[in-house]
């Protein structure tokens, strides 16, 4: 019910838009996030943008990336500029209902994407 695309391999400095295509269910008034794992490492938060049209983002991706949501509302695309080797990771997109201290929190989402892979070179 969630599609996530966009991924590619990028140099570094480049940018990417990663789309979250819903399907299904209406997503319009829940809270879509993003989070990516790296190899190795635990999934973590990056962005999440609420119904009312707040947002967050991680301190990685702060100040050089943008999520938002598409005018039918039921896609989600998160833009990240100024790409790192340290943004290589799989990118998940989410649906949940969380409250505004759970937004970060992977527990807080109930739907999830497939992932798509982001690979930035040096």
């Known amino acids: 019910q969630l599609q996530a695309s966009g991924g590619g391999l990028v140099q570094a400095g480049g940018s990417l838009r990663l789309s979250c295509a819903a399907s299904?269910?209406?997503?319009?008034?829940?809270?879509m996030g993003w989070f990516r794992q790296a190899p190795g490492k635990e999934r973590e938060f990056v962005a999440a943008?609420?119904?009312?049209?707040?947002?967050w983002y991680s301190d990685s991706v702060k100040g050089r990336s943008t999520i938002s949501r598409g005018i039918a509302k039921n896609t989600v695309y998160l833009q990240i500029n100024s790409l790192k080797p340290e943004d290589t990771a799989v990118y998940y997109c989410?649906?949940?209902?969380?409250?505004?201290?759970?937004?970060?929190?992977?527990?807080?989402?109930?739907?999830w994407g497939q992932g798509t892979l982001v690979t930035v070179s040096s």
């Open positions: 299904g269910v209406t997503f319009s008034n829940w809270c």
């Open positions: 989410a649906a949940g209902r969380p409250i505004s201290s759970e937004v970060t929190r992977i527990r807080a989402y109930g739907y």
């Open positions: 943008l609420r119904y009312s049209g707040a947002t």
